[in-house]
């Protein structure tokens, strides 16, 4: 990764961990990495990694796309998501579905 591009994930995870009002240790705790993982992440520059940042976000339900890509994601797409990938007969099933119809009508915009 690009050093801007971290350098703009810690700033997302921070902002992150203060609106959800999670310290870092209780986060690092939380993912079961060491108590001051997050900080030597936040504050010394260490470079964290996809995995760990996954687990991070994930256990203490923080935005993991926000915090990777700096992108909001609805909550409803995001449980689809976590769904499909839970199971991957349900995902090659839903990817079945969606190339069998592959056009979606789109609605018609009315002019008033």
Same mark, same amino acid.
């Given at each position: 990764?690009?050093?801007?591009?971290?350098?703009?994930?810690?700033?997302?995870?921070?902002?992150?961990?203060?609106?959800?009002?999670?310290?870092?240790?209780? @986060?690092?705790?939380?993912? @079961?990495?060491?108590?001051?993982?997050?900080?030597?992440?936040?504050?010394?520059?260490?470079?964290?990694?996809?995995?760990?940042?996954?687990?991070?976000?994930?256990?203490?339900?923080?935005?993991?796309?926000?915090?990777?890509?700096?992108?909001?994601?609805?909550?409803?797409?995001?449980?689809?998501?976590?769904?499909?990938?839970?199971?991957?007969?349900?995902?090659? @099933?839903?990817?079945?579905?969606?190339?069998?119809?592959?056009?979606?009508?789109?609605?018609?915009?009315?002019?008033?």
């Amino acid at each position: 990764m690009h050093a801007s591009s971290v350098d703009a994930i810690r700033q997302r995870l921070s902002q992150q961990l203060t609106q959800h009002g999670i310290s870092m240790r209780q @986060a690092s705790l939380q993912a @079961a990495k060491s108590p001051g993982y997050l900080h030597s992440v936040l504050k010394d520059g260490n470079d964290p990694t996809i995995g760990s940042l996954t687990d991070i976000c994930l256990t203490n339900g923080l935005d993991l796309a926000y915090v990777l890509l700096g992108l909001h994601i609805d909550p409803e797409v995001d449980t689809l998501i976590r769904l499909i990938g839970q199971n991957p007969a349900k995902r090659n @099933a839903i990817r079945v579905l969606l190339e069998e119809n592959p056009t979606v009508p789109q609605p018609q915009l009315v002019a008033s």
